[in-house]
């Protein structure tokens, strides 16, 4: 019988960690390799917004300068509502001419210059979500997106997802095994890839002339989020 050489990790190999080990392991029956996605569904619970402001000014300095004075506001307004400082982050700061294009004149016009500034806020309490982000709008806000919802700590949701793929890849190899006439398998290999999901991000559209005339909060609903694994087995089937 022809033997099969089949390379198996050691120890499973886990993001953020030292690459396992490889050893090899022989094989004199045929062999099975199976990939299992499982996916857990989960109640989130952070949110992440982001929130910016956009002004228009004759002249780079000042438009920079009417901006920096706008996202101040807006900034101070996001740890009034409790929000720490950790977890307020700028994501990007740009400044750009403006130009139109004149089209009796057939030729771009400069109109002056367009500053934004753009953080990403994290939200631990997803119940204040609609209320935050029409807090922002009123601090001087001109632009929104998200929510994106997702799991702070998915450790545990991982954990069952890659115990529920483990019992998975095993029972389908045995069910291989006997179709191709044994009875029984031998687990040779493990890999895990980590998967992540979240739904979103969902646009979120106000602004200021929407917002002096709304009476409540703006609906958010956080639904569930997914978090899993996708795991490769390898198994000989034995006698």
């Not at 998975?168 to 006439?181: C, I, N, S, V």
């Not at 040779?188 to 917002?211: D, K």
Request: hydrophobic share 40%; glycine share 8%.
């Amino acid at each position: 019988m022809i033997r099969h050489t089949v390379p198996a990790l050691a120890a499973l190999a886990m993001a953020g960690t030292a690459q396992a080990a490889e050893v090899q392991i022989a094989a004199t029956g045929p062999v099975v390799e199976l990939s299992i996605t499982e996916q857990i569904e989960a109640e989130p619970d952070i949110v992440n917004v982001g929130a910016g402001v956009v002004t228009n000014a004759p002249t780079a300095v000042e438009a920079l300068r009417q901006n920096s004075v706008e996202m101040r506001k807006v900034i101070d307004r996001i740890k009034a509502l409790g929000v720490a400082e950790r977890d307020i982050q700028t994501s990007g700061i740009n400044l750009n001419a403006r130009y139109d294009y004149d089209q009796r004149q057939q030729r771009q016009v400069f109109r002056g210059y367009q500053a934004m500034n753009q953080v990403s806020v994290k939200l631990r309490n997803i119940d204040e979500t609609g209320k935050v982000l029409d807090a922002l709008v009123v601090a001087g806000a001109t632009n929104l997106d998200g929510p994106r919802f997702s799991l702070e700590d998915d450790a545990q949701a991982k954990a069952r997802a890659r115990a529920t793929a483990m019992q998975r890849g095993r029972e389908q190899a045995l069910e291989y095994a006997q179709l191709a006439g044994f009875s029984g398998i031998r687990l040779l290999e493990v890999n895990e890839t980590i998967t992540g999901r979240s739904p979103g991000p969902y646009p979120v559209v106000r602004t200021a002339s929407l917002e002096a005339a709304a009476d409540q909060s703006a609906p958010v609903q956080p639904g569930l989020v997914s978090t899993g694994v996708n795991v490769t087995v390898k198994y000989e089937m034995t006698r």
